[in-house]
């Protein structure tokens, strides 16, 4: 069976990339766009940046900002309802996997109404027709999802993530700007870049994992390990290297899948509320060592990406507990807590194991996994 790679028709990297947005939106013919953007980004002027460059080339648009962290079926629903309303020809989504994932699912629907049942799209939904043209500004340096075939919205009913993977939805346009991310506070530039990290990580050692992925993933790697310090103390360089490398890592993880870490972090966000990016940070280096035996000699070239040295003449053993040291040291230097003891009720692990291992990211585990063993790393994490 042929390997499938799917990418943005046009990316744009570097300071002053969101001044193109204008550029792509009239040469593409578009009118009016409806903007994606979530409060906190409205209320701390950032999303504004972007309504700036709309508004200084006359561009017409629409502001949409009901959308939660964790977005929910009733924040698409609405979106949706908005979108029909206000005579819109376009999407701009501004903001982290948040506010792209919500435009991802009004897009989907408004053209294949036939899904307008947001449940119905969970897993690979068989859509007919691409979705309503995104333009894709992340604020983030996390969660790649401007260059992604997939998108997460929340069951508030159910308490659970519905993880959603369609080529129909990837973003036309990604406009990578470091200076949309410079205003991130130091906790939330640790978790996404941690996250960042982890698609790299997962997204190499995948089921699906093939040369093309690989190259990706490891140059992803070194770039997050150099610069996440950094971004965490609003270096330019920091910022910089982040917004690149975590753009790098979605290239490669949105064509070949991940794994049991995002399938553990999913129920965490939908129950509990949890930052996706801290439950992916918490959860990482304890999973990389319970897939460690599935993984061949992946670990010493992780290793060797995040700077350790002497891999080459570590056995097995060594250059794999490494790759693992490595990961939580970076995660403990950038802040990130050591545990779920403060996020996970002991009497929720069934139904967190159990929705997780439901979860669309488990088949791509490199390691065959089951209830038992998904509840035994839970249980080792409290």
Same mark, same amino acid.
């Given at each position: 069976?042929?390997?499938?790679?799917?990418?943005?028709?046009?990316?744009?990297?570097?300071?002053?990339?969101?001044?193109?947005?204008?550029?792509?939106?009239?040469?593409?013919?578009?009118?009016?766009?409806?903007?994606?953007?979530?409060?906190?980004?409205?209320?701390?002027?950032?999303?504004?940046?972007?309504?700036?460059?709309?508004?200084?080339?006359?561009?017409?648009?629409?502001?949409?900002?009901?959308?939660?962290?964790?977005?929910?079926?009733?924040?698409?629903?609405?979106?949706?309802?908005?979108?029909?309303?206000?005579?819109?020809?376009?999407?701009?989504?501004?903001?982290?996997?948040?506010?792209?994932?919500?435009?991802?699912?009004?897009?989907?629907?408004?053209?294949?109404?036939?899904?307008?049942?947001?449940?119905?799209?969970?897993?690979?939904?068989?859509?007919?027709?691409?979705?309503?043209?995104?333009?894709?500004?992340?604020?983030?340096?996390?969660?790649?999802?401007?260059?992604?075939?997939?998108?997460?919205?929340?069951?508030?009913?159910?308490?659970?993530?519905?993880?959603?993977?369609?080529?129909?939805?990837?973003?036309?346009?990604?406009?990578?700007?470091?200076?949309?991310?410079?205003?991130?506070?130091? *906790?939330?530039?640790?978790? +996404?870049?941690?996250?960042?990290?982890?698609? &790299?990580? $997962?997204?190499?050692? @995948?089921? !699906?994992?093939?040369?093309?992925?690989?190259?990706?993933?490891?140059?992803?790697?070194?770039?997050?390990?150099?610069?996440?310090?950094?971004?965490?103390?609003?270096?330019?360089?920091?910022?910089?290297?982040?917004?690149?490398?975590?753009?790098?890592?979605?290239?490669?993880?949105?064509?070949?899948?991940?794994?049991?870490?995002?399938?553990?972090?999913?129920?965490?966000?939908?129950?509990?509320?949890?930052?996706?990016?801290?439950?992916?940070?918490?959860?990482?280096?304890?999973?990389?060592?319970?897939?460690?035996?599935?993984?061949?000699?992946?670990?010493?070239?992780?290793?060797?990406?995040?700077?350790?040295? *002497?891999?080459?003449?570590? +056995?097995?053993?060594?250059?794999?507990?490494? &790759?693992? $040291?490595?990961?939580? @040291?970076? !995660?403990?230097?950038?802040?990130?807590?050591?545990?779920?003891?403060?996020?996970?009720?002991?009497?929720?692990?069934?139904?967190?194991?159990?929705?997780?291992?439901?979860?669309?990211?488990?088949?791509?585990?490199?390691?065959?996994?089951?209830?038992?063993?998904?509840?035994?790393?839970?249980?080792?994490?409290?």
């Amino acid at each position: 069976m042929a390997n499938r790679f799917i990418l943005n028709e046009t990316s744009y990297h570097g300071a002053g990339a969101i001044e193109s947005i204008a550029d792509e939106a009239k040469g593409r013919g578009f009118k009016k766009a409806f903007v994606c953007s979530d409060p906190d980004l409205v209320k701390f002027g950032v999303t504004k940046k972007v309504l700036d460059v709309l508004e200084k080339s006359g561009l017409a648009y629409e502001l949409y900002s009901d959308i939660k962290p964790n977005p929910t079926i009733e924040n698409v629903q609405h979106g949706v309802n908005a979108f029909k309303e206000a005579g819109v020809d376009y999407l701009i989504a501004i903001g982290g996997g948040s506010s792209m994932d919500t435009a991802k699912a009004i897009g989907i629907i408004i053209n294949n109404p036939e899904f307008e049942d947001v449940r119905s799209l969970e897993g690979v939904a068989d859509t007919k027709n691409k979705c309503v043209p995104i333009f894709a500004v992340p604020t983030t340096a996390g969660t790649a999802a401007e260059v992604t075939i997939n998108y997460v919205i929340t069951d508030a009913e159910k308490d659970r993530k519905m993880v959603c993977v369609d080529p129909h939805d990837i973003p036309v346009v990604a406009f990578v700007d470091p200076d949309m991310m410079s205003s991130m506070p130091k *906790g939330l530039t640790a978790a +996404t870049g941690m996250d960042a990290l982890t698609h &790299a990580i $997962e997204g190499y050692i @995948t089921a !699906g994992a093939w040369e093309l992925s690989d190259m990706f993933h490891l140059k992803a790697i070194e770039i997050i390990s150099k610069n996440l310090r950094g971004a965490v103390e609003n270096t330019k360089e920091g910022r910089e290297g982040m917004a690149l490398g975590q753009y790098i890592a979605g290239m490669g993880f949105s064509n070949v899948g991940l794994g049991i870490v995002h399938s553990m972090a999913h129920p965490l966000g939908a129950l509990y509320d949890t930052p996706h990016g801290v439950a992916n940070a918490i959860i990482l280096p304890t999973v990389m060592a319970y897939n460690a035996d599935a993984t061949g000699e992946k670990y010493r070239e992780i290793a060797k990406a995040m700077g350790v040295e *002497g891999t080459d003449s570590m +056995t097995q053993e060594e250059y794999r507990k490494a &790759a693992v $040291e490595a990961v939580r @040291t970076l !995660g403990q230097e950038v802040g990130i807590p050591a545990d779920l003891k403060d996020i996970v009720k002991k009497e929720d692990i069934p139904f967190l194991a159990q929705s997780a291992f439901d979860d669309a990211c488990r088949p791509g585990n490199p390691k065959e996994t089951s209830v038992a063993d998904i509840t035994a790393l839970y249980e080792s994490l409290i």
